[in-house]
T-cell receptor, first 115, second 113 residues
Framework: AQSVAQPEDQVNVAEGNPLTVKCTYS??????LFWYVQYPNRGLQFLLK??????LVKGSYGFEAEFNKSQTSFHLKKPSALVSDSALYFC?????????????FGQGTTLQVKP | DAGITQSPRYKITETGRQVTLMCHQT?????MFWYRQDLGHGLRLIYY???????DKGEVPDGYVVSRSKTENFPLTLESATRSQTSVYFC????????????FGNGTRLTVT
């Protein structure tokens, strides 16, 4: 069965410090991986995706993610955190059992960036 | 404006009542999805649709009904609401394919009393 795990419920960082939000996955076949961000009372916004190619993927708002096949991980990173980055982050994997584009989501990680 | 809109944003209903959550998208995306978001569970797929008149069950379909007579609309109906269906419901759409991201509405917060 395909799944995504986000091992940390919450990540706390100081503004200006680098941040990492962790994600590991389990899929059959090629992994198509996504990161989304959710601000309070809003829907999820797409940040970036990994399909194939370079293991370092760049996305919106200065975020990037590193795909590591041997560790089955897809951690979200940012070199210098902003207070405005505080939000709920979801990792997701494409459900490869169909071609409909369904996503399987992790439980989410709350990122708290303190001034 | 182009986008995906959900209505209502907030809804309180009583156990046993029927309630319909609306979703409308202006992109003419083929695929549409309904997810529910609950603390500790992330987002779980309720139903999805590949095109008008084509729908299929997701992970947690029990107690829900969907229809898609037009490409742009994908309403979700709770036939007889239960307290366990108190949740935040998100509609999403995609132009299809395995690598296309989903675009989400702002959600409907449903409380069943």
């Amino acid at each position: 069965a395909q799944s995504v795990a986000q091992p940390e419920d919450q990540v706390n960082v100081a503004e200006g410090n680098p941040l990492t939000v962790k994600c590991t996955y389990s899929v059959s076949g090629n992994p198509y991986l996504f990161w989304y961000v959710q601000y309070p009372n809003r829907g999820l916004q797409f940040l970036l995706k990994y399909i194939t190619g370079d293991n370092l993927v760049k996305g919106s708002y200065g975020f990037e993610a590193e795909f590591n096949k041997s560790q089955t991980s897809f951690h979200l990173k940012k070199p210098s955190a902003l207070v405005s980055d505080s939000a709920l982050y979801f990792c997701a994997v494409r459900d490869s059992s169909s071609n409909t584009g369904k996503l399987i989501f992790g439980q989410g990680t709350t990122l708290q960036v303190k001034p | 404006d182009a986008g995906i809109t959900q209505s209502p944003r907030y809804k309180i209903t009583e156990t046993g009542r029927q309630v319909t959550l609306m979703c409308h998208q202006t992109w003419s995306h083929s695929y549409m999805f309904w997810y529910r978001q609950d603390l500790g569970h992330g987002l779980r797929l309720i139903y999805y649709s590949a095109a008008a008149d084509i729908t299929d069950k997701g992970e947690v379909p029990d107690g829900y009904v969907v229809s898609r007579s037009k490409t742009e609309n994908f309403p979700l109906t709770l036939e007889s609401a239960t307290r366990s269906q108190t949740s935040v419901y998100f509609c999403a759409s995609s132009d299809g394919g395995e690598i296309s991201p989903l675009h989400f509405g702002n959600g409907t917060r449903l409380t069943v009393t």
